[in-house]
């Protein structure tokens, strides 16, 4: 997908291969191991958003939040949704639906289903037209619910508890993520935060606090983040869980944009841009590694 010249064919290529991905995990019928899509619409352009699968039916809601669009440094604040629907000659067809306005620019957030009405969204970075090259971190949450037809959403902001469990410490990154029952994990290098002196409820990275004493500080190794989610619909609150040896023994090197997944007890983190030393540049990754963590949330 690096024929920029024709960006909107890429596009569509990409949103092919991620709705094929979730259209067989959600094993609904396919008559062989093709699938294809129709898109009767044009998506608007972004990256770094985050998307979310809904069953509403016999067919699906494709949810779209945040990204940066045509204009670098102010992506979309419309939420996109998309119905997915199969006709009787099991082809899949994409139709928009409706779009909404979210209350602020978002990328790079962690977005999860509640149930199939209800979405979180927390976290992730903002930027700001006047502050093109800077990025403000967030640590707020919002809860999205859709009325039946999807045709109405409410927004909610909710209560972030506990903020100061990691002293001072903060993933690097919150877009990705497992989820392991009502726990968001976040298996990542950490950074210093501080409050933002001109943007109120952001956050800007902290690079004159040096981590001290223990290791439990160390930025460079892996840790591990846990955000309690149960009560997000009851009393409108998320809660971060303290860690107990963290980073874990063993820890490997941190490094950035790697992925993470769930199977089974383990979180497997693979890829990823690791800082070199003694060059000073960052040096791509294929390490993969397993992460042993579901016994270390139950404790």
């Avoid at 094993?27 to 979310?52: F, V």
Wanted: charged residues 20%; hydrophobic residues 35%; proline residues 5%.
């Amino acid at each position: 997908f690096k024929d920029h010249a024709s960006s909107k064919r890429v596009q569509t290529a990409q949103i092919c291969l991620r709705l094929t991905m979730t259209v067989n995990q959600l094993e609904m019928p396919s008559t062989d191991k093709t699938t294809t899509i129709h898109l009767s619409w044009t998506l608007a352009k972004r990256y770094l958003h985050q998307s979310t699968c809904l069953r509403s039916g016999e067919s699906l809601k494709l949810v779209l939040v945040g990204g940066i669009g045509e204009n670098p440094h102010l992506g979309p604040t419309q939420i996109e949704v998309c119905t997915l629907t199969i006709d009787s000659n099991n082809l899949y067809n994409l139709t928009a639906t409706k779009t909404f306005d979210f209350p602020d620019v978002l990328i790079r957030h962690s977005q999860c289903k509640i149930d199939d009405h209800r979405i979180l969204v927390y976290g992730g970075m903002t930027k700001f037209p006047d502050q093109p090259i800077k990025c403000f971190i967030r640590n707020d949450a919002w809860l999205l619910e859709f009325d039946d037809l999807y045709e109405a959403v409410t927004f909610t902001k909710i209560n972030v508890e506990n903020v100061s469990v990691y002293h001072g410490m903060f993933p690097s990154v919150t877009n990705d993520y497992v989820r392991i029952r009502d726990f968001l994990v976040y298996f990542q290098r950490s950074c210093f935060i501080k409050e933002s002196a001109n943007c109120p409820d952001l956050f800007e990275v902290d690079h004159d606090r040096k981590p001290t004493g223990d290791a439990i500080y160390r930025q460079d190794y892996y840790h591990t983040f846990i955000l309690d989610i149960s009560q997000v619909v009851t009393t409108k609150t998320i809660t971060w869980q303290p860690v107990l040896n963290n980073p874990p023994k063993m820890a490997p090197r941190n490094s950035l944009f790697h992925k993470t997944v769930l199977a089974g007890d383990s979180i497997y983190v693979f890829g990823g841009s690791i800082h070199d030393r003694r060059t000073k540049q960052p040096q791509d990754s294929n390490n993969l590694y397993k992460v042993n963590v579901v016994r270390r949330i139950e404790n």
